[in-house]
């Protein structure tokens, strides 16, 4: 799933993390919710596959714990977005009508809460093999060691500057505007 700006209206209202790796909680009840809804419109499922499947997809970077998951999923059936069915020990949820209307209502979000999954799972890729071989880690996420060194740089600069004047801040971001239109002009040259 990809998150894509232009199908965004101005309803959706899409959390943007400064550092998604940081400690606490990763994602708030209502995104765990639409990730649930999301894994649940692909099929039946019990909790443990949707815990591990958002560990597959973010590449361990997020594998909610019991305590979070499964009152989420509590939460699904209690709004009417998820039935449940016990097969054995096991409980299987299902979205219904009703949880695909809610899933339908936020997919700019979804898309983006799945973008932000994806990002982590290459970012975790990138750790673990950067200090063995910045190639193959260049190799395994698709990222160009410089393109890496570059966003590090970016966010660095931008702590520095976080308490520079406010004509300083404002030649920053003329800067940064300027060259985030060139990016967008050349991802609309090459489509």
Not at 2 to 25: E, V, Y
Not at 29 to 56: F, I, P, T
Not at 131 to 136: A, F, I, S, T, W
Request: net charge positive.
């Amino acid at each position: 799933m990809t998150c894509d700006s232009k199908s965004m209206n101005s309803q959706d209202t899409i959390r943007l993390r400064a550092d998604p790796f940081g400690r606490g909680r990763k994602f708030d009840a209502h995104e765990l919710d639409l990730m649930l809804a999301s894994l649940l419109k692909q099929g039946s499922r019990h909790g443990y596959q949707l815990r591990k499947e958002l560990a597959r997809l973010s590449k361990g970077f997020y594998e909610p714990s019991s305590g979070v998951l499964y009152p989420a999923l509590a939460r699904l059936e209690a709004d009417g977005h998820a039935s449940v069915r016990a097969q054995g020990n096991r409980k299987y949820y299902q979205l219904t009508p009703q949880g695909k209307a809610f899933l339908e209502a936020h997919q700019a979000e979804t898309d983006h809460l799945f973008a932000v999954l994806a990002h982590a799972a290459r970012k975790m890729v990138w750790l673990r093999q950067a200090e063995v071989d910045e190639h193959l880690a260049s190799a395994e996420t698709g990222w160009l060691p410089e393109f890496v060194a570059i966003r590090r740089e970016l966010k660095q600069m931008m702590l520095t500057h976080s308490d520079a004047s406010f004509a300083q801040q404002r030649r920053v971001v003329t800067i940064l505007k300027r060259a985030l239109n060139e990016i967008r002009a050349s991802e609309t040259d090459q489509e």
